[in-house]
């Protein structure tokens, strides 16, 4: 692929981006509880996402300093949100996963979430749904996998 074509590439995928983040604020929105602030509902989306986790993944998915993660984790603790637990395996190593609260408060979250979305496709034809389908399967297999 020449530079140029590169760059074209590049620079539609920075338009993607931010058109994910603009659309992600749009679904989520209002969506967390009051008690709880945003750092604190990222971290449980992410677990709700990913369980079961370490903190250690958090802070780096997150973004957010091991110390400010703990101390994070132990407010949504002592909220009855998340609980840790040991790794068989290795005793010095700990799983955190939401409890059942924070399980039912990430469900609720999640189906208005879907409700929004779903909204936003009422006007999609069967073809397009297939289309969009396969485009976010191939997004995820070619651009955001983990390695």
């Given at each position: 692929m020449d530079p140029k074509t590169q760059e074209a590439y590049f620079q539609q995928f920075l338009t993607f981006i931010t058109s994910v983040h603009e659309v992600t604020y749009d679904l989520t929105k209002d969506i967390k509880p009051d008690d709880i602030t945003p750092v604190q509902y990222s971290i449980l989306e992410y677990i709700a996402v990913s369980q079961p986790v370490t903190l250690s993944q958090i802070s780096e998915c997150k973004h957010i300093s091991m110390p400010n993660t703990s101390r994070e984790l132990k407010k949504l603790t002592e909220k009855n949100l998340c609980e840790k637990f040991d790794v068989a395996e290795d005793r010095r190593k700990q799983f955190i996963r939401l409890s059942e609260a924070g399980q039912?408060?990430?469900?609720?979250?999640?189906?208005?979430?879907?409700?929004?979305?779903?909204?936003?496709?009422?006007?999609?034809?069967?073809?397009?749904?297939?289309?969009?389908?396969?485009?976010?399967?191939?997004?995820?297999?070619?651009?955001?996998?983990?390695?």
């Open positions: 039912a408060m990430m469900n609720e979250a999640f189906q208005r979430i879907g409700s929004r979305f779903l909204s936003r496709l009422s006007d999609t034809s069967p073809e397009e749904l297939e289309e969009i389908n396969r485009a976010l399967q191939l997004l995820q297999s070619k651009v955001f996998y983990q390695e």
